[in-house]
C-alpha cells in the first residue's frame, strides 16, 4: 500500500511541475496582443505547379530546385543538366516568365562584380 502511495505521490508531482513549466513557457510566448498577427498573402492567380512547369521550359533538361513567392512574383530556382541553377522570375498574375525584380538584378550584378574583382588578384 505505501508503495502505491509512493508512486501516485510521484507521478503527481511530476505532472504538476510539466504543469508549472508549460505555464512559464507560455507566458514566455505570450505577448499580451500588442501584435497584430500576419495576414496572408493574397493567393496568386497562377499556382505554384504552372509557374514550376513554365520555369523548367526556360532551362533545357531542367528540374524545379526551388520555389517562393515573393509579393506578385514568383522566384522558382531550376537546376540544368550541367549542374548549374537559375533563377526563373514568373508573374503570378499572367503566369508569363518576367526580368529579375530590380532588387535581384543588382545583386547579380553585384555578384558578377566580385567575380571579376577576384580575377584582377
Do not use: H
Not at 20 to 45: F, L, M, Q, W, Y
Not at 85 to 100: C, F, I, N, R, W
Amino acid at each position: 500500500m505505501r508503495r502505491k502511495t509512493a508512486i501516485a505521490t510521484g507521478v503527481l508531482a511530476a505532472a504538476l511541475a510539466a504543469g508549472v513549466a508549460g505555464v512559464g513557457i507560455a507566458s514566455a510566448d505570450s505577448d499580451n496582443g500588442t501584435e497584430t498577427p500576419d495576414k496572408a498573402p493574397a493567393r496568386p492567380t497562377v499556382l505554384v505547379d504552372a509557374a514550376q512547369r513554365t520555369a523548367v521550359g526556360q532551362v533545357a533538361g531542367g528540374w524545379v530546385v526551388s520555389s517562393d513567392l515573393e509579393g506578385t512574383t514568383w522566384e522558382i530556382e531550376v537546376a540544368g543538366t550541367d549542374g548549374t541553377v537559375k533563377e526563373v522570375y514568373v508573374d503570378a498574375a499572367k503566369g508569363t516568365v518576367v526580368q529579375a525584380p530590380a532588387d535581384e538584378a543588382d545583386d547579380a550584378a553585384d555578384d558578377a562584380d566580385d567575380a571579376n574583382d577576384a580575377d584582377d588578384d
